[in-house]
């Protein structure tokens, strides 16, 4: 009986959206757009969070296409003039920004971020 409990207790346990002993919670929050916020905005903001809040924590606040280019960080429809986008092209291969034990980002992630700055 105490052997049922425990498989029970962990089966319990191990029923979960993340793991908790990683701290990955934040992967999982809901996140609150403004009303109007495109989709290429809030698809862009959950790669550019999972990607670069760890070391660019104050964009977390930015969530208008407006915030990003009053923050100089976006130049829509000038690609090569963003400077979101001349970050990430400016390492190999895109997305390399964080060396280290960061994960280097796929280019289908990044060309979502192209697809929401424009040309």
């Not at 290429?40 to 104050?58: M, T, W």
């Not at 997305?95 to 971020?113: F, I, V």
């Amino acid at each position: 009986m105490k052997l049922l409990g425990l498989v029970f207790i962990l089966l319990i346990a191990s029923c979960q959206d993340y793991n908790s002993n990683s701290a990955d919670e934040s992967r999982y929050e809901e996140i609150s757009f403004p009303p109007g916020a495109s989709a290429e905005l809030q698809a862009s903001y959950r790669i550019i969070k999972d990607r670069c809040f760890v070391c660019h924590s104050e964009w977390s606040s930015y969530k208008t296409d407006q915030q990003w280019v009053d923050a100089g960080l976006v130049d829509f429809g000038q690609a090569s003039n963003s400077s979101l986008i001349y970050r990430l092209k400016n390492f190999s291969p895109p997305g390399d920004m964080p060396t280290g034990a960061y994960p280097t980002m796929p280019n289908s992630e990044y060309q979502k971020l192209l697809d929401w700055v424009g040309p």
